[in-house]
Nanobody, 122 residues
Framework: QVQLVESGGGSVQAGGSLRLSCAASSYTYVNIYLGWFRQAQGKKREGVEG????????YSDLSVQGRFTISQDNAKNTVYLQMNNLKPEDTAMYYC???????????????WGQGTQVTVAS
């Protein structure tokens, strides 16, 4: 079992920046893959950015490369998603996600946070 607590999000104008945080706790896995999915209204949930908490390998969707950056603070079991140059199409509910490996993570076989809304106005 993994508990994920998110913070951050909100509303911003296009071109602006936001940072999301996700604190993971109550897990005993040796390795864990952490990151963010998002789900826009009427669309399926999609992976955005992910990172192997132990090895540093990261996943990045093409739509956000060069604009979003994932980072981690292992001492705090926390991952961050820095989102720059936000676009209206980035508007979605963002979910922190954790899995035991990248394959499960990409497939969406995750533990999930409660979600935080990001709204980008044009």
């Amino acid at each position: 079992q993994v508990q994920l607590v998110e913070s951050g999000g909100g509303s911003v104008q296009a071109g602006g920046s936001l940072r999301l945080s996700c604190a993971a706790s109550s897990y005993t896995y040796v390795n864990i893959y952490l990151g963010w999915f998002r789900q826009a209204q009427g669309k399926k949930r999609e992976g955005v950015e992910g990172i192997d908490a132990g090895g540093g390998h990261s996943y990045s969707d093409l739509s956000v490369q060069g604009r979003f950056t994932i980072s981690q603070d292992n001492a705090k079991n926390t991952v961050y998603l820095q989102m720059n140059n936000l676009k209206p199409e980035d508007t979605a509910m963002y979910y922190c996600a954790a899995a035991t490996d990248l394959l499960r993570w990409v497939r969406g076989e995750n533990y999930w946070g409660q979600g935080t809304q990001v709204t980008v106005a044009s």
